[in-house]
């Protein structure tokens, strides 16, 4: 691993930078008074040239991909390794901060600067994108830019339009893109290993603490609902308090439960009332209805549904001892993103040893990690900013706070991309480097063992212990194997990873021959009649024609001949597997 580590000088420099290229991007904006910058307007496509400049003096292979994202590559020291993923959005909010997004981007040019001044290539490349659209300022929807790299645009995000009338195709037209490649800019799930995105707080918590980093724990989940109570309007005037049905009242009751319940609910979840109307209105009219809108956040989804089902019980009490009728709508729902644990711990790692110590919280606020999550493992750190304002021209980050980000977040990544497979299995916790192996086979006395002789100096050590512990295997050992394997020509079902591979080493037996398919139907039963057990043969590279002939040969063998012919299969399989998990 590299030890090499961004010095105090280094980092006050690479932190002038990155204040000065944040002022510098902040001129690239609608208007000259306010920053504006949305997604697909000539202000991103020069925002997004400024970058691609920058990317390229740090000896960056850039490109802009098909959804108008900017991506740059720093290749590893293998031609073709790969990556790890690190950036943020270049669009704004209308009249925003000028930190919100681009400080994550700007950021991670300084982790590449480093890189590129001590000619370091690591065992991963290191690759950059600006995301193009995180906000959803100008068409009403987010994550345009981050869901362009996971191949998950939903088919009608293209109708979309914007105030003035024009559609995100017409946009990605007038901004010479072509919306019939939006799927190009996809990218496959081995390209990367991990995500890791810098953001600004965009809240007080780290300011409270007097710390100017932390690391994010998930990013909240979200419901939203429009609520109604409904009363019966009547004159101020002239019915008694006593049998008033004031659908305000009970609303106001309701907030107030609302208020003190998620307060004593957990210190992470929050919940709000964020707008109320009264029907008719009217300074000399009981409130006969009332709408209001409740938003619930919580880095556990679990805690959203606990919480939310007990406030609506209690307005359903309120409404019912008032005499009025309540009802909801859920109309905005987003699940909670959890970031990955062994990122968070190598986060928390650089960042203590940079201020001391490290504070874990969650995120309130949305960020392109959430759709990357869906490919890859994220990891996120907070940078305290001025109050916790945000979306604000009055956003605020100190040069001092910038320095400690720059060298925590690049003795990170160097951490995270000078590791190889095995160095990640050696330095894995026990149930991370079980689940990196536990696909190879369904042996789990196999696993625990290779996994507790660790450290391996090189994989070759570890493949040679992994084919001795095999050696010791026998019947039981099989049969537990042979229940996680499909029938061969029947493809495994699910989406374990065990499936996965099952799927890879069958790929090339013809499912669409159906007088293969018929002959493999009828050859496994024959085989699981003789023998009690499912065929298993080392399908990988073997077309379906050569394994219906080895398991018509097969079905001569004695039972002992055709035990120890299918274990020296499984022993193969699961060595060919072991090997796949530390292809470098």
Known sequence: ??????????????????????????????TPEQLTRVYLSPEHLRANYLVASWMEQVGMTTWQDAVGNICGRYEGAREGAQAVLLGSHLDTVRNAGRYDGMLGVLTALEVVAFLHEHNLQLEQAIEIVGFGDEEGTRFGITLLGSRGVTGTWPDNWLACEDAAGISVGQALVNAGFDPSRIQSAARGAEEFS??????????????????????????NG?????????GEAGHAGTVPMTIRKDALAAAANWMTYIESTTASYAPDIVAT??????????????????????????????????????????????????????????????????????????????????????????????HDAIAIAELWPVGMMFVRCDRGISHHPAESVTEADVMQAVQAYTQTVVNLASMNPLAEFNHATESEALSLITPCVAIPAWVENLVAARPYATVDVLQHYASQLTLDWGRNELN????????????????SKEAALSKGEQSAVDTQNSALTLA?????????????????????????????????????????????????????????????????
């Open 273 to 366: 009332v964020g707008s109320l109307q009264c029907l008719p209105g009217a300074a000399n009219v009981i409130p006969g209805e009332v709408l209001l809108t409740l938003d619930i956040r919580s880095p556990r989804d679990s805690d959203i549904e606990a919480l939310l089902e007990k406030l609506l019980s209690e307005a359903l009490q309120i409404a019912a001892q008032r005499g009025v009728a309540f009802d909801s709508e859920i109309y905005y729902s987003i699940p909670a993103t959890p970031c990955d644990a062994s990122l968070q711990r190598q986060l928390t790692s650089a960042i203590t040893s940079v201020q001391g110590r490290s504070l874990s919280l969650p995120s309130g606020a949305g």
């Open 480 to 495: 537990q194997a042979l229940s996680a394997h499909p029938r061969i020509g029947e493809k495994a079902q699910g989406s």
């Open 194 to 219: 991990a995500y890791l995105e810098l953001h600004i707080e965009q809240g007080p918590v780290l300011e409270r603490e007097n710390l100017a980093l932390g690391v994010v724990t998930a990013i």
């Open 520 to 584: 493999l139907v009828q050859g496994n039963a024959d085989y699981e009649a003789r023998f009690g057990r499912v065929f298993l043969i080392r399908a990988k590279g073997r077309s379906g024609e050569d394994i219906l002939g080895e398991l018509k040969r097969r079905l001569n063998n004695s039972p002992a001949e055709e035990e120890a012919e299918a274990l020296e299969q499984l022993r193969q399989i699961t060595l060919l597997r072991l090997e796949g998990v530390f292809a470098s």
């Open 222 to 230: 979200a419901r939203r609902l429009k609520c109604r109570f409904v």
């Open 1 to 30: 691993m590299v030890k090499q580590v961004m010095n105090a000088m280094q980092a006050s420099f690479a932190a002038r930078r990155i204040m000065q290229r944040a002022d510098e991007l902040a001129q690239v904006s609608e």
